[in-house]
Nanobody
């Protein structure tokens, strides 16, 4: 079992930045691919970014490329999502997830956090 806890969400103006953190506990964090997803009201949960255990594989959704950066610190069992140049359409609940394979869909991930709200005002 892996337990995940997100933090760092909040209210920010368009053009601003936020850094989300996801702290993991339980089984060996460094064994897992880590992903960030988001879900806006009335919409499906969508892929945002993913990173391999070594950091050698990183992938982003087209909508966040060039603005968001995913990273991880295996010594701290934490994955981060740095979000810059935020737009109102980035407003959503952001979830981190852990899985044993890389993927862009929810079914590739076995463990999920509770989510943290990000609201971007125009």
């Amino acid at each position: 079992q892996v337990q995940l806890a997100e933090s760092g969400g909040g209210l920010v103006q368009a053009g601003g930045s936020l850094r989300l953190s996801c702290a993991a506990s339980g089984r060996t964090f460094s064994s897992y691919y880590m992903g960030w997803f988001r879900q806006a009201p009335g919409k499906e949960r969508e892929f945002v970014a993913a990173i391999s255990w070594s950091g050698g594989y990183i992938s982003y959704a087209d909508s966040v490329k060039g603005r968001f950066t995913i990273s991880r610190d295996n010594a701290k069992d934490t994955v981060y999502l740095q979000m810059n140049s935020l737009k109102p359409e980035d407003t959503a609940v952001y979830y981190c997830a852990a899985g044993v394979v890389a993927g862009f869909t929810r079914d590739k991930y076995d463990y999920w956090g509770q989510g943290t709200q990000v609201t971007v005002s125009s």
